[in-house]
């Protein structure tokens, strides 16, 4: 019935750390003792932590102002949600795709490493090469950001042998880029035909071609201006003076052929008598003949007709005879 009081505490701690709560303890004990046998301690649960199931060691013996320590471990069972995203986006610019992501952690956490996220392709858009930078401790709400950079694209113009053009190339961003395109230059005695693409179509019968985005993008590419000679048209032949234009000239024979040593032949005669006589004058009305001093003209220029023919015919004769003696 001689006791004293012995003083000690019950620790519950987290193994190696954090102290979850101290209980302290007495007992009564004979006053010649100096030490207390703890045969049991009462039990405890800790949100996110389990007991160790090798703690407490008991029966343990303490003496005054001694512990007996109950040791946790975490308990990765008991979680909860967090929730994060992963924002691919162009850098400092354009978002093009945000996804939201959650992930299960220990329920006394408060953040979350991210290990690795979902590679995405993005047409007209390379990802940066040191993008996302991982791993990253994200709390709940965060963002792991992925970013991009917008592709350039170069497209060239070129000619054929047959002319030139006055941009041979221009380097765009392939999404947000504005193409100035190019004017062909035909060589001289040559004319411009039209633009193909490497595929050998045509894109263009224009002098001047911009390319048009595909896709709502621009593509690396390569066009072709393409030439012609000009066709030669002779000028129209040129009009003979005094001649109608377009008409073919007409050809006037020679009103006298040519005689022998250059003589001319007589003109076609009168009609001739015997011994080479000249026809009767016309006769006009109750027999009488026409002529001079009659007053008709007409008689006088018949007979002057006749005489003059008569004397070529007696001319003609006299050459036949002479050429026959000869």
Do not use: C, M
Request: hydrophobic share 35%.
């Amino acid at each position: 019935t001689a006791t004293k009081k012995l003083n000690y505490q019950v620790v519950y701690q987290v193994e190696g750390g954090e102290v979850l709560e101290t209980l302290d303890k007495s007992a009564d004990i004979w006053v010649l003792d100096n030490s207390y046998k703890v045969e049991s301690v009462e039990s405890k649960t800790f949100n996110g932590y389990k007991q160790k199931a090798d703690s407490p060691k008991l029966p343990q013996e303490v003496k005054e102002g001694e512990q007996v320590v109950v040791l946790y471990e975490a308990d990765k069972t008991a979680t909860k949600k967090l929730n994060y995203q992963v924002v691919y986006q162009v850098e400092g610019g354009e978002v093009l795709e945000t996804v939201d992501k959650s992930a299960d952690i220990w329920v006394l956490d408060n953040s979350y490493k991210v290990e690795n996220v979902e590679s995405k392709t993005f047409n007209g858009y390379k990802q940066k090469a040191d993008s996302p930078n991982l791993p990253q401790d994200v709390k709940n709400g965060e963002i792991v950001y992925v970013y991009y950079l917008e592709n350039e694209v170069t497209i060239k113009y070129i000619a054929d042998a047959n002319g030139n053009v006055n941009n041979d190339s221009e380097t765009i961003l392939a999404v947000n880029g504005t193409a100035t395109g190019s004017t062909a230059i035909a060589a001289t005695g040559y004319h411009f035909v039209n633009w193909t693409n490497e595929e050998g179509t045509v894109v263009s019968t224009d002098e001047t071609y911009v390319p048009e985005r595909v896709n709502e993008l621009y593509a690396a590419a390569t066009y072709t201006a393409h030439f012609e000679e000009d066709v030669v048209t002779p000028p129209a032949p040129t009009p003979t003076p005094d001649e109608p234009t377009g008409t073919t000239p007409t050809v006037t024979a020679p009103t006298e052929a040519t005689a022998v040593l250059g003589e001319a032949f007589a003109p076609v005669q009168p009609e001739v008598g015997v011994l080479g006589e000249a026809a009767a004058p016309e006769v006009g009305v109750l027999g009488e003949a026409k002529g001079p001093g009659t007053g008709d003209t007409a008689p006088i220029a018949a007979w002057s007709l006749i005489i003059v023919g008569a004397i070529l015919t007696l001319g003609i004769s006299a050459k036949k005879r002479k050429k026959e003696e000869q």
